[in-house]
């Protein structure tokens, strides 16, 4: 399991050059931030989380790219450089604010199940970001009520989690939701590297 972490100690933990662990990242890496943005606040007041966001690395050896494959508000799923969040975030030449860190599941997943998870995404791709699950969220935390909704949009953690799920990979909801911290929290994550 990925140790229980503080906002402190994440911001202890050594930095590691993307640079130097690049050529390590494999699909299926998982990638946690822990944004200073204002929504990412909300997400981890509600979730008692030093975590905001969720998404999975993929990688294309052919073509040289590692990306991160995340459900993003009013954005939806997409796929976006890593090297984005470290350089460019949201085109302002400026690094994503808050903390990156990289996970990996504890076992390999071979490469035909991570296919299965990286083509469920990829067939996902532009669907949209379930921005109204963040209030249904809220409402079944703060008032203790209420079921998921099952729809086809996501939040970050619901697209990590049916990808993984289609290889073979399931993640526990907390009550009846799933945030980062619940994949977080998962015994077989284990983080590899703080990149930002």
Same mark, same amino acid.
């Not at 993307?18 to 606040?41: A, C, N, Q, V």
């Given at each position: 399991?990925?140790?229980?972490?503080?906002?402190?100690?994440?911001?202890?933990?050594?930095?590691?050059?993307?640079?130097?662990?690049?050529?390590?990242?494999?699909?299926?890496?998982?990638?946690?931030?822990?944004?200073?943005?204002?929504?990412? &606040?909300?997400?981890?007041?509600?979730?008692?989380?030093?975590?905001?966001?969720?998404?999975?690395?993929?990688?294309?050896?052919?073509?040289?790219?590692?990306?991160?494959?995340?459900?993003?508000?009013?954005?939806?799923?997409?796929?976006?450089?890593?090297?984005?969040?470290?350089?460019?975030?949201?085109? *302002?030449?400026?690094?994503?604010?808050?903390?990156?860190?990289?996970?990996?599941?504890?076992?390999?997943? &071979?490469?035909?199940?991570?296919?299965?998870?990286?083509?469920?995404?990829?067939?996902?791709?532009?669907?949209?970001?379930?921005?109204?699950?963040?209030?249904?969220?809220?409402?079944?935390?703060?008032?203790?009520?209420?079921?998921?909704?099952?729809?086809?949009?996501?939040?970050?953690?619901?697209?990590?989690?049916?990808?993984?799920?289609?290889?073979?990979?399931?993640?526990?909801?907390?009550?009846?939701?799933?945030?980062?911290?619940?994949?977080? *929290?998962?015994?077989?994550?284990?983080?590899?590297?703080?990149?930002?």
């Amino acid at each position: 399991m990925a140790e229980p972490i503080t906002k402190k100690q994440l911001k202890e933990l050594p930095v590691i050059r993307y640079e130097k662990i690049r050529d390590h990242l494999r699909t299926g890496h998982i990638f946690f931030s822990s944004g200073s943005y204002m929504f990412s &606040g909300i997400i981890q007041r509600l979730t008692r989380s030093v975590w905001s966001h969720v998404a999975i690395i993929y990688k294309d050896d052919e073509l040289g790219r590692v990306m991160v494959m995340e459900a993003e508000p009013y954005v939806g799923i997409r796929l976006m450089p890593l090297s984005k969040y470290l350089y460019d975030y949201k085109g *302002k030449r400026r690094p994503y604010k808050g903390q990156i860190v990289l996970a990996k599941l504890n076992f390999e997943l &071979g490469k035909d199940k991570l296919n299965k998870a990286i083509s469920f995404g990829l067939d996902e791709l532009t669907r949209p970001y379930d921005n109204k699950e963040i209030l249904r969220i809220m409402m079944r935390i703060l008032f203790k009520m209420g079921k998921k909704e099952k729809n086809r949009n996501y939040i970050c953690s619901e697209l990590v989690r049916d990808a993984f799920a289609k290889a073979g990979v399931v993640f526990t909801l907390n009550d009846s939701y799933i945030s980062p911290q619940e994949i977080w *929290k998962d015994p077989r994550i284990e983080l590899k590297y703080r990149i930002l």
